[in-house]
Structures are given as structure tokens and as C-alpha cells.
């Protein structure tokens, strides 16, 4: 057993979790924050994905301990208050998704890529992009159209700031 | 129709939660108390389990219990059963081996439960079950069809020589062999449907709490059809009395058919509930889901088509062989039966056909439905034959398929069933028109100069949904009405909540059925809720597959509406003195017709629950409930058209285009009607280009992971072109048949169809991995 601390979706957090304990599982178990899913037990399906430190990670391949003193965004720390983040209400907006369950992951990893990508990014590049993330439910043709819709909207909501 | 009413494609009312990860799937749920539960699974394909010795994992720490399959045999916990009788052609029913939820005895497939370890933790049971040792006396094993069918094949189950199942037939043998003495032309096709895997994302998950002081289980599944799962586990498995259990399906991530079965696992933890006296919660892994969710397809078929000397269709034969896996799942017999062979005309005139169905038994997971279930199968039969059939005798594939249409409606086919409506010709105008099938032929030379091989290929489908008449399905075998149920209650302040026999597990119910309300009584969405998946909250219901909730699950809900309308009329006329039958509803005003008076909604249900001025002998209260069962299945169709790309350098397919336009009648909320299109074409393309799951001839499970099973991924997809050729369904009163197969059932055999005109023989078989194309480019 280790104590942990690290900041989730702002708030400082300290746990006692065994060694083993993955991040993903710190999470959903001792945080209850169960939008972050496991749909997978090799690392393929990226229904997991968080942000650590600004960065789109597998949250079911970190240790919980690796993740001690880093800054942990979950899908349900991105919006502001009622306002959604431009990501989720274009998932929304655009029908990005059908049962949810990969949903968090995909809009998790889809910022990133956003970010990574700026204004450049190309329907190509987002299909390439979402590799590591697997939706049984949408044929990925309203994803991709979200994530781009999303992509045009973060410029403009990062130009008005 | 109003913004939100039938036609709008409004945003999802289930999005805000999904999309801030406020969902609430089974494993999100946790209970006072709970205990975990680990499953012991067998790693030999066939074996007889010898001892099992749990003495070291009960000391180890955490562990409540270590329950094994000879306990649950003991309690009288009922076998597994499969709910549709099939009878074979001698006249014999079909042959069900005994299938208990752990193995006492014998295990017959790679993952099958031999015991289950209850602990404090998740982590405290699976390492407990690492000390569990079970002894195993290896046996023989069959794992595919051919060797399961071979004489002195190792036998799986004492009730079933032979490993057969049944060997049935459809349809009339002698007049389809006149048919093939008279033919001009006979075209003869074999052809594997692979086994898949689904992988709906959410893994399968159960908790079961048991409540001493009332004799009461809770089971929180993952279920399609929370009813069927409470009626399977009450009247066959002896869990409990129906008032005595209840069953919540909450959110559920996906299903595509493989949460439509009462699987080991929730027996199991609802029996261990009571057994150990805690709540036990069970989530499966990915890997758990491969070896233990019912997989789908796996048939090999011949199939001969007879022609006049005018290419019309004279006859069909067809004879298929389907792998039911282990044991029978709940409704594994009428996949390749009363699914499949019945959809064998397609969409043709074929006079006659006769079909033979032969199903055995293998040491592998039992297969059962998968999105479309035997429709994706007769539709990937009929379409390569068609295809096969065009290139043979030297005609374009499109032109032969219009040649042999069906153009007049109502048509009873040889195989049971009357088509109601439906115009095949426009949905294959349609696609040609927006894949520029006319100018293929110069694309095609130019890829050619490029050193690219293109093909185009067409698909034009065409299923039964609508699941389904209940005296017709029971005629032919079923152990289940396939009727819906609904109930609507208007509140006093005017809101309604509209409970609902389906089941949404991403189809957006809570949505569409709301633009049902909206559409009738002019309320806005937000006013409605949906209510569905809880035993305690829905009368009863039979679920969500078969593309049937709309049909009948909507049509349920419409006949309820009906009767709120007239009891809130009655209302409304009392409170405004005038006659019924002058009464409108309008935008959520109830008017009189030709004058200015009017009453608002809300204040009708007030009044409906006040009941201070109702008119006389008038009960209180506004709600009412309806069970609806149609008389007739529903027949969406279309035509899907692909063109790809082969690099023969690789053997790698490239979409350059994948078009359709399907006919699902009325459209409720096009946005999601398109999303159940998308998805669809996508798990058929899987199946087309990538996926299979293969067993190795020791019954080893090669493909137990994403590893090694190829799901498809966003870069592997084109993006798709979809358009609407819609004829309304007249045999119900929305004019709807149903979206959420089709696009597994049609696009399958497109892809192929494309795939071997690019290479220019026909010799391929699913998944066309670059590995298989290159080989058939270059031997
Ligand atoms: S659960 Fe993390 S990648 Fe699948
Ligand atoms: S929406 Fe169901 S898996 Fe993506």
C-alpha cells in the first residue's frame, strides 16, 4: 500500500491504494469517477483515455503510483459548469455517439489530437489520429465529422479568449 | 410535424449524460456490502473436470466463498436452455445437451465456468482463483464443422449422435428440382459466413443483491431485454418467483444481440448472493468476452441458382451447415433457421427454393444472433450468387438484379414470407446514381494505368424486422410472445413519462420515442421522459433486436397514446362543454374545432387528477396502457454499392467509395436513423475485410483479444453516402420498419462483390485480409 496524491480535475487528491492499482481503477473505484471506462485488458480499445498533464493517456496502462504528483483531467473535469466543452456538445451536436461507453475516451482523446493538430487537421488525420480508440456502436463517420466540427469551434472559442 | 416531432433530426436527449461521463453503466454501481466475483474457467476445449481443490484459496485473504459447478446442481439451479424449438425434417426435435451454469462434470468449450471465487475485492478473488486447482482428464475435440460431421467424430453431448443438432429443411424440394431440370443456366457458389465475435464495448457486468427478510433478488445486467431475462431466470432457471425478482438493465453499452441472453454469470451471481449472503458483483473482461459472449454467423453453404435463357430466376438450392458452438444459447436455433432461410429470396421473384439446414455441435463458444442474425448470412449468400451468377452469364450485375426484382406487392415468397411493400428499383437507382456506376468503367481503366486494380460491387438486401408476429413466431417453434408493451402517464402538472417494454442501448430511445409524444400532443421533448430497463417500473416487455422497437415497441407506445388522447378528449370537452368529436389537439392546446375555445394540456391532466368536474362514472387519472403485437414482420431493403481500390503490390483494399440508400419507410429522427446505418455498415464491412474468429484444431481460441481480433478502426472505414428511397410500412401506423441491422445485413457481401471484381475471379472468401487478396492475385 502507497499514499498517493495528485490533483484530479483540480482538486487535490490523496488515496492509499496498493502498488498494483491501476489508474484507471483509482478513478472509477476510490474516487467514483466512473465516466473514465475499461473496455479492454490489453491496452487497444481507449475507452480509458484521461488527460495527464495536458496529455491524452491510457489510464488502464499508468500505475496509479506513476501518476502521483501529476495533474489528472477526467471527462468529467473538461466543462464549464453546465456549459459543455466545445468537444462534447459537438459530439453531441454532430451524433458522435450511440451508447456512450466509448464516448469519454474518444472526446478525451479527440482534444488532444486538437490540440496536437491546431486548425490543420483533415479528415484523414483525425481517422488516423483515433487509432487507439475503438466505438462498436458509430462506424466512427459521425466521430469524425465531431471531432472536426469540435476542431473549428476550439479555435474559435481559443481566439475569443 | 412540430421541431421535434416525427422527421426532426433533434440532438439525443441522452447526450449530456454520456457525454460528461454521467452515464451509468453496471459496473459504475456499487452496493453496501457487495462482494466480487472471479470466475474459474476451463483452458481445455473438452474435458472431464476431475477434482477441484479450493482448500488453499479459503484461506487466502478476503475470500468469502468458493462456490463450484456441482453446488449449483445440487441447489436444482435449472440448466440453460434454448427457447425455440426446431424440428428436423424426420420429424425429431432438435437435440439440447444439458447445459448447467458452472460444470459439474465436463467442459465442453475453452472458458467455460468451472467455480467462482466470492471476495472482499476484485483483486482478492482472481488471485484466491489462481490457488484454486482444478484436475482436468483431457477429451477429443471438435472444433469446426467439418471435423464435428465427420463419421466417428468425438461425441459432445449423449443427447445428440452425431453432434447434430437438427437437419432441417424449408421450402419445396421437387419443384425446385423441376426448376433446375428445365434451366437454360445453372450457377453453383460455396461460400464460409465467418464467425465474429460482437464486442459490444461494455463488457458484460452483474451484480445480484438478495434480500433475506423478503425472499427478494435484485440483478443489475447488462441487458437487452431486462423482462425476457427476469421471465428465463424465474421460469426455467429457478432462481426466483417473478414478484420476487427484479431485474434493472440501466445504461448498457451496446449489444448488437450479444446482451440478449440469460448467460452462467448472472445465474451464478444471483445464486451466490443468497449463498453467501452479500450483494456479488461480476465484470468481465474483454478477454472474458471473447470466450464467453455468443458469438456470431459461422455457416458454410453451397448454393445453386437455375435461370431461364432470359437470366430470370427459375429456382434456388441451398444447403448450409451452422456451428452452434458448445451448446445451445436462448435463441441459437432459429438463427440459421427461421432467420436465415426464410430471407433466401431476397429481393427476387424466384419460384421455387428449398433450403436444408443441418446445425452441430463444437468444442467452441456457442454462437447465437449478431447484429441481423441469419439475415446478414442469406443476404451474403443470395448477393455473391447474383453477383456470380451477372459474371457467368456475361450481363451487368445491376441489370440482373432489376430483371429479377420483385415489383409487385404484396408477394409471398417459397419461404414463408409476404413481402408488404417495398420498391427495390428505386434504392438501386439511387445508389447507382450516387456512386456514378456508369462511369465505372473508365475509372476502373485509369486505376488500371495506375497499376490498381478496382472493383465495384452491388448488394441489394433485404430482412425481416419488426420482430414479430407472436402466433405466427409461436407456430413455427418460438417459447415466446414477441409482442411490446407501453404505458403513458400524463401527470397532474401535465409531463408525461412514457414506459416502454425496449430496451436502448444506444439506439437513442429516450429521444425518439419522445418525438412520438411530441408529435402527437405538441409538447416539447424535455417534457417527456422515457422509462425503460427496470422490472419494477415496466409492466413487461420483450426487449430490443430484431430492428423491433420501433415497429412494435413504438407502435406499443403510439396504441397507448390513443387511448390517453380519447379519455384527455373526453375531458376536455366536459371542462368545455362541447361535443367530443369537435375536439383537436393542437400544439398541447385541446380545441374546439371552429371556435376560439381551448384547454391547455396540463390543465386537462390537473383535471384528470383533481377530479373534482370529470364527466360522469369517468374513472380518475390519466394513463394507459397498451400491448401491441403486429401481424406481419416488416421488410426494410436497400441497395448498397462499393467501389475499392486492391494495391495487388499488398493485397490491401482502399475504399474510394460506399454508397446507400435503404427503405426503412417513415423516418422518426433521420440523425439517428444514419447513425444505426453507419454503425451497421461498419461491423458488415469487419466482417468483410477484417474480422474472424478463429479456433485452432485443439479448440484454442487463437483470437481472444484485440490483439489478435481485428476490429475495425476509424482509418479502415470510408466515410459513407447515405440516401433515402422510404415506401411506408402499411402494417403499422407510424408506416415504420426498422434501421438497425441493415447495414450488417447488406454490406457484407458489397464489399466482397467489389473485392473479386478487382481481381476478376471469385475465389475469396471472409475476412478479405490483405494476406487473402494477395494470394488470390498471385496464388
Ligand atoms: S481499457 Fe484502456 S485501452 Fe482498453
Ligand atoms: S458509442 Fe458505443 S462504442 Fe462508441
Known amino acids: 500500500m502507497s499514499t498517493i496524491k495528485l490533483t484530479v480535475n483540480g482538486k487535490a487528491v490523496s488515496a492509499d491504494v496498493e502498488d498494483r492499482t491501476l489508474l484507471v481503477h483509482l478513478l472509477r473505484e476510490t474516487l467514483n469517477l466512473t465516466g473514465t471506462h475499461v473496455g479492454c485488458d490489453t491496452s487497444q480499445c481507449g475507452a480509458c483515455v484521461v488527460h495527464i498533464d495536458g496529455k491524452a493517456v491510457k489510464s488502464c496502462t499508468v500505475l496509479a503510483g506513476q501518476a502521483a504528483g501529476s495533474n489528472v483531467t477526467t471527462i468529467e473535469g473538461i466543462s464549464k459548469g453546465d456549459e459543455l466543452h466545445p468537444m462534447q456538445a459537438a459530439f453531441r451536436d454532430n451524433h458522435g455517439l450511440q451508447c456512450g461507453y466509448c464516448t469519454p475516451g474518444m472526446i478525451m482523446s479527440a482534444i488532444d489530437i486538437v490540440h496536437r493538430y491546431g486548425g490543420k487537421l483533415d479528415e484523414e488525420t483525425v481517422r488516423h489520429e483515433l487509432e487507439g480508440n475503438i466505438c462498436r456502436c458509430t462506424g466512427y463517420h459521425n466521430i469524425v465529422k465531431s471531432v472536426l466540427d469540435a476542431a473549428g469551434r476550439m479555435k474559435v472559442s481559443q481566439a475569443a479568449e | 410535424m412540430g421541431v421535434e416531432g416525427i422527421g426532426a433530426s433533434v440532438v439525443r436527449k441522452e447526450d449530456r449524460r454520456f457525454t460528461t461521463g454521467k452515464g451509468r453503466y453496471v459496473d459504475d454501481i456499487k452496493l453496501q456490502g457487495m462482494t466480487h466475483a472471479h470466475f474459474i474457467r476451463s483452458p481445455h476445449a473438452h474435458a472431464k473436470v476431475k477434482g477441484i481443490d479450493s482448500s488453499a484459496a479459503m484461506k487466502m485473504p478476503g475470500v468469502v466463498g468458493v462456490l463450484t459447478g456441482q453446488q449449483i446442481v445440487d441447489d436444482k439451479v435449472g440448466n440453460l436452455i434454448c427457447g425455440w424449438a426446431i424440428t428436423s425434417k424426420d420429424g425429431s426435435p432438435m ?274 444472433a449478431y447484429r441481423g442474425a441469419g439475415r446478414p448470412e442469406a443476404s451474403y449468400l443470395v448477393e455473391r450468387l447474383m453477383e456470380t451468377a451477372a459474371r457467368q452469364l456475361k450481363v451487368d450485375p445491376a441489370e440482373l438484379r432489376r430483371k429479377n426484382f420483385i415489383t409487385q406487392f404484396p408477394h409471398q415468397t417459397p419461404v414463408i414470407m409476404a413481402y408488404d411493400i417495398g420498391d427495390f428499383g428505386a434504392s438501386l437507382d439511387a445508389s447507382m446514381k450516387a456512386i456514378d456506376y456508369a462511369g465505372f468503367p473508365a475509372r476502373k481503366a485509369k486505376a488500371k494505368a495506375e497499376g490498381k486494380l478496382r472493383g465495384i460491387g452491388v448488394s441489394c438486401y433485404i430482412e425481416a424486422c419488426g420482430i414479430a408476429p407472436s402466433k405466427a413466431v409461436g407456430s413455427l417453434g418460438a417459447g415466446v410472445g414477441l409482442w411490446e408493451s407501453a404505458e403513458i402517464r400524463v401527470n397532474p402538472v401535465g409531463t408525461i413519462e412514457v414506459l416502454t417494454g425496449s430496451h436502448s442501448h444506444g439506439q437513442g430511445h429516450e429521444t425518439t420515442f419522445a418525438q412520438l409524444i ?167 464491412i469487419g466482417q468483410a475485410l477484417l474480422e474472424h474468429a478463429i479456433y485452432d484444431a485443439n479448440g484454442q481460441p487463437i483470437t481472444a483479444s484485440f490483439m489478435d481480433y481485428t476490429m475495425p478502426r476509424a482509418d479502415d472505414l470510408p466515410s459513407f453516402k447515405l440516401s433515402h428511397t422510404p415506401t411506408l410500412c402499411p402494417g403499422n401506423p407510424l408506416g415504420v420498419k426498422g434501421c438497425g441491422e441493415a447495414g450488417a445485413i447488406g454490406s457484407s457481401a458489397a464489399v466482397i462483390n467489389a473485392i473479386t471484381d478487382a481481381i476478376g475471379h471469385n475465389k475469396l472468401e471472409m475476412p478479405a485480409t490483405p494476406d487473402r487478396v494477395w494470394h488470390a492475385i498471385h496464388g
Open chain 2, 95 to 368: 437435440k439440447m445437451g444439458a447445459w448447467p451454469a458452472m460444470a459439474p462434470e465436463t467442459v465442453r468449450f475453452v472458458g467455460q465456468a468451472v467455480a467462482v471465487v466470492i471476495a472482499e475485492t476484485k483483486n482478492q478473488a482472481k488471485d484466491a482463483a489462481e490457488a484454486v486447482v482444478v484436475t482436468y482428464e483431457e477429451l477429443p475435440v471438435v472444433a469446426d464443422i467439418r471435423s464435428a460431421i465427420k463419421p466417428g467424430a468425438p461425441q459432445l453431448h449423449p443427447e445428440a449422435p452425431g453432434n447434430v443438432i437438427y437437419d432441417w429443411a424449408i421450402g419445396d424440394e421437387s419443384a425446385v428440382k423441376d426448376a433446375f431440370g428445365k434451366a437454360a443456366n445453372v450457377v453453383t457458389l460455396e461460400l464460409t459466413n465467418n464467425r465474429l465475435v460482437p464486442n459490444a464495448m461494455e463488457p458484460r457486468a452483474a451484480i445480484a443483491e438478495y434480500e433475506e427478510a423478503e425472499e427478494h433478488y435484485t440483478l443489475y445486467t447488462t441487458s437487452q431485454n431486462p423482462h425476457v431475462a427476469r421471465l428465463v431466470l424465474s421460469a426455467f432457471y429457478n432462481i426466483a418467483p417473478e414478484h420476487k425478482l427484479r431485474v434493472i438493465a440501466p445504461d448498457v453499452g451496446g449489444g448488437f444481440g450479444s446482451k440478449i441472453y440469460i448467460y452462467p454469470e448472472e445465474m451464478v451471481a444471483l445464486w451466490a448472493s443468497k449463498k453467501v449472503g452479500r450483494p456479488v458483483k461480476w465484470t468481465g473482461d474483454r478477454t472474458e468476452a471473447f470466450l464467453t459472449d455468443a458469438h456470431g454467423r459461422d455457416h458454410i453453404s453451397k448454393a445453386e441458382m437455375a435461370f431461364d435463357k432470359d437470366n430470370k430466376i427459375l429456382g434456388l438450392r441451398v444447403k448450409t451447415h451452422a456451428n452452434l458452438g458448445a451448446y445451445m444459447s436462448l435463441f441459437s436455433s432459429s438463427v440459421p433457421t427461421y432467420l436465415y432461410a426464410t430471407l433466401l429470396s431476397g429481393q427476387y421473384n424466384i419460384p421455387a427454393i428449398y433450403a436444408e439446414v443441418m446445425t452441430v455441435y463444437t468444442n467452441t463458444t456457442p454462437v447465437d
Open chain 2, 518 to 684: 411530441s408529435e402527437r400532443l405538441g409538447v416539447p421533448i424535455s417534457q417527456v421522459q422515457i422509462v425503460h430497463g427496470d422490472t419494477d417500473k415496466v409492466q413487461f416487455g420483450m426487449g430490443t433486436y430484431g430492428s423491433r422497437s420501433l415497429a412494435v415497441g413504438g407502435t406499443a407506445i403510439i396504441k397507448a397514446m390513443e387511448k390517453v388522447e380519447a379519455k384527455a378528449k373526453k375531458i376536455a370537452a366536459h371542462q368545455l362543454e362541447a361535443s367530443e368529436n369537435d375536439i383537436v389537439i393542437e400544439n398541447g392546446e385541446f380545441k374546439v374545432t371552429g371556435t376560439d375555445k381551448s384547454i391547455a394540456l396540463p390543465m386537462v391532466a390537473l383535471a384528470a387528477y383533481t377530479a373534482h368536474n370529470l364527466p360522469d362514472g369517468m374513472e380518475p387519472g390519466l394513463k394507459e396502457t397498451a400491448f401491441y403485437d403486429p401481424t406481419n414482420f416488416t421488410f426494410p431493403a436497400g441497395t448498397y454499392i462499393c467501389e475499392i481500390e486492391v494495391d495487388p503490390a499488398t493485397g490491401k483494399t482502399s475504399f474510394v467509395d460506399f454508397v446507400a440508400a435503404d427503405d426503412f419507410g417513415r423516418l422518426i429522427n433521420p440523425m439517428i436513423v444514419e447513425g444505426q446505418v453507419h454503425g451497421g455498415l461498419a461491423q458488415g
